[in-house]
């Protein structure tokens, strides 16, 4: 019941940083009826994590979820996606608030399989590359995918890589996007509007050329390659349908950023 409770207030809550969008409506739901205890649990951690609570409790209750309750909650694409990208997003709170040196060694950070959901044990590279991207190459620019599933993967992959995955999951560098609590039933609008800010916030048209951000190169082929960057650019980030800029990518910036997080009502549906 305390729990019901306290999901209920979530808005109110928390007090949290605005990105500046200027499109606002409710970004946590008052009725959370709808929503798994899985994805329930999700927004829970995640909640905690940025009040800086104590969530060794409900970590222990993430790693003992049963395999097969959560096989059955998680049904969906958009089940799969709220739930793993709040989960995500939980985690690296957590780890880097507790201690920030871990990013000295980016690459252990990402690979180091001491998450535990449900019995799997997995690292954040399992969950962005083996479940969100649906098993896609860490270093193929998308094109290629990894040759072996882990046993994470190949029961909690998606059925079709969405891209805006890459506009809502934040590893607490400055050039992530901001955290939010993403929900299944209002996943799409809140995507479509977590890529809109973040495309607002990092592309700069002021030059010749334009300057977009470095996930276009990492994740090409999710982006659809060339022509799908360009066809997003101009749905979300300013460009007109028919100017066809060149651009280059901005260097990431990796410096820990813990306090990037959206305001309760910043996302919207364009």
Known sequence: MLRKIALLLLPSLLILTSCGSDRTVELTPSNS????????????????????????????????????????????????????????????????????????????????????????????????????????????????????????????????????IHFALNCDAASCPPVAFYRSDRLHAQLNMATFNYLKREIDQSGSSLEVPKLFLWFRADFGGPKGITKILQKFGGLEASETKNWNYKDYDWTVDLNQWYAPGALANP
């Open 33 to 164: 009826e709808s929503l798994s205890k899985a994805e329930l649990l999700s927004q829970e951690i995640l909640m905690s994590a940025y009040g800086q609570m104590n969530t060794s409790a409900l970590s222990k209750e993430l790693a003992e979820l049963n395999p097969q309750d959560l096989r059955t909650q998680l049904n969906t694409d958009a089940e799969r996606l709220a739930f793993w990208i709040n989960v995500y997003n939980a985690f690296a709170q957590i780890e880097l608030r507790s201690d920030t040196s871990l990013y000295t060694d980016r690459a252990a950070f990402f690979k180091s399989r001491n998450k535990i959901v449900a019995g799997y044990t997995m690292s954040f590279n399992d969950i962005e590359h083996g479940i969100l991207r649906k098993n896609k190459g860490l270093y193929t620019l998308g094109y290629l995918n990894k040759i072996n599933h882990t046993p994470v993967t190949k029961d909690f992959s998606v059925e079709r890589l969405d891209w805006r």
